[in-house]
């Protein structure tokens, strides 16, 4: 069964520093792998996925992630944050064949600080 | 183009009275999620529905969760006998059905168990 870890509950930065949310996973065969941003009250919105490819994967808002299979790593980073990004941020991992059966990290929740 | 909708979005009710949470996918969406999102904990897996087949109920947690899906569309989860545990807040996503999907999640309900 595959698992994700999220090492950093919380993280506060500050607005125009950069940001590395980090993520690892565990998973027999090639993963496919989503970052998703939860705001308060709402659901979730998909910020970019893996599947295969480039390693270096391109998001919206400014994101991106990159897939290292030799670190079993897939952290998520932007250059410069807005106070808008403050959120939480989910890791997820999916099997590849078959359907999506996807399991989430417990998320890290961003502060952004003035 | 609506997203995927969830109703009601907050549901308080008191231990042991049965309640009814609804899902509207996406138009077209074959695939249907459900998941649990307890206070500090990432997104728990409930129950995936596809098409005709038979569900894949392996994350109901108890015989006291049950869901449907009628017409291939709209689902209804199903909580019996609600206990102080349930409370959560309860995620509904859709998706293409195919191994590459992206899920595209619901807003949530928040169910209060008194």
């Known amino acids: 069964a595959q698992s994700v870890t999220q090492p950093d509950i919380h993280i506060t930065v500050s607005e125009g520093a950069s940001l590395e949310l980090r993520c690892n996973y565990s998973?027999?065969?090639?993963?496919?792998l989503f970052w998703y941003v939860q705001s308060p009250g709402q659901g979730l919105q998909l910020l970019l996925k893996y599947f295969s490819g480039d390693t270096l994967v391109q998001g919206i808002k400014g994101f991106e992630a990159e897939f290292k299979r030799s670190q079993s790593s897939f952290n998520l980073r932007k250059p410069s944050v807005h106070w808008s990004d403050a959120a939480e941020y989910f890791c997820?991992?999916?099997?590849?064949?078959?359907?999506?059966?996807?399991?989430f990290g417990i998320g890290t929740k961003l502060q952004v600080i003035p | 183009g609506a997203g995927v909708s969830q109703s009601p979005s907050n549901k308080v009710t008191e231990k042991g009275k049965d309640v009814e949470l609804r899902c509207d996918p996406i138009?077209?969406?074959?695939?249907l999620y459900w998941y649990r999102q307890s206070l500090g904990q990432g997104l728990e897996f409930l129950i995936y529905?596809?098409?005709?087949?038979?569900?894949?109920k392996s994350g109901l947690p108890s015989d006291r969760f049950s869901a449907e899906r009628t017409g291939g569309s709209v689902s209804t989860l199903t909580i019996q006998r609600t206990q102080q545990e349930d409370s959560a807040v309860y995620l509904c996503a859709s998706g293409t059905g195919t191994d590459q999907e992206t899920q595209y999640f619901g807003p949530g309900t928040r169910l209060l168990v008194l």
């Open positions: 997820a991992v999916g099997t590849s064949g078959g359907y999506q059966k996807v399991t």
């Open positions: 998973y027999g065969a090639t993963p496919y």
């Open positions: 529905f596809q098409g005709n087949s038979a569900p894949d």
């Open positions: 138009s077209g969406h074959t695939a």
